[in-house]
């Protein structure tokens, strides 16, 4: 016997066998052996068959729900760039939404607000919000608190509450302030109670931005709560900077959403 335990053929020579020697029948094992082969590849061919049909189906993809109010332009300018971030994780597509405006035209033209921009849809009811397996809520802030037209939102969403539909759902935040001391922490961390009753799983960014949150040589909003943006008076736009943090948190939740997904 040999290592893999098959007979070592003979060195010696063989008899001859007579020319007219009555043929030996095959052992049955090898008609078996022929009926298994035949199945074993109409088996192998009916695999192939339904893996080409698997592969040919769509596979649905995690999606994150990024839901804001934008007075003038900067939270929006965020959501965008937030977005390109959440896409840019395989398996995982960003849709975005606007909240109901609860301001009056007369109101916003004395305000100088800009028309909103009809490519970004409103969010037709806050039971929307159960089909999503993630959500960013973005808006600027008003003395430190979430601007009125977030919180009529979040007040609106009662129903989803007494039927727990969000619980488990995580969620971050991203805001806009008009000063440096306007509340780009306390306007994230005060929405935190919305979440908490939910039973939502706030998701901070932290300091995974790396050296860009340690940045001292330009102005920047953003916080370990998420990404921020600076308006000033409402003429300052986005910096570099404060948009690849938002860019950062769209990829971050993403990365979240994917392995909360698996879990």
């Given amino acids: 016997m040999g290592k893999g335990g098959g007979c070592v053929p003979s060195k010696k020579k063989l008899p001859s066998v007579a020319v007219d020697a009555a043929p030996v029948p095959a052992p049955s094992s090898a008609v078996d052996n022929t009926n298994t082969s035949a199945s074993a590849a109409t088996a192998a061919d009916d695999n192939v068959a339904l893996r080409s049909t698997i592969s040919t189906e769509p596979i649905a993809k995690l999606k994150i729900f990024i839901v804001f109010y934008s007075m003038y332009g900067h939270v929006e300018g965020l959501a965008r760039r937030m977005k390109k971030g959440v896409d840019g994780v395989d398996g995982v597509e960003a849709v975005l939404f606007r909240v109901p405006e609860t301001l009056t035209e007369d109101v916003l033209q004395q305000m100088r607000a800009p028309p909103k921009d009809d490519e970004i849809p409103e969010i037709l009811s806050a039971a929307e919000l159960a089909g999503a397996d993630g959500l960013l809520f973005g808006f600027p802030t008003r003395y430190g608190c979430m601007a009125a037209q977030m919180k009529a939102f979040f007040d609106s969403t009662g129903q989803l509450w007494k039927e727990q539909k969000l619980a488990g759902k995580p969620a971050g935040f991203f805001v806009s302030t008009g000063t440096q001391g306007g ?81």
């Fill in 183 to 263: 509340g780009q922490e306390t306007t994230a961390w005060t929405a935190i109670t919305q979440l908490a009753h939910h039973g939502m799983l706030f998701v901070p960014i932290g300091y995974t931005f790396g050296a860009g949150m340690f940045k001292m040589d330009s102005i920047r909003g953003g916080s370990p709560y998420g990404a921020g943006v600076f308006a000033g008076d409402g003429t300052r736009e986005p910096s570099e900077t404060e948009l690849a943090l938002a860019e950062h948190q769209g990829k971050y939740m993403a990365a979240v959403v994917k392995r909360l997904s698996h879990a």
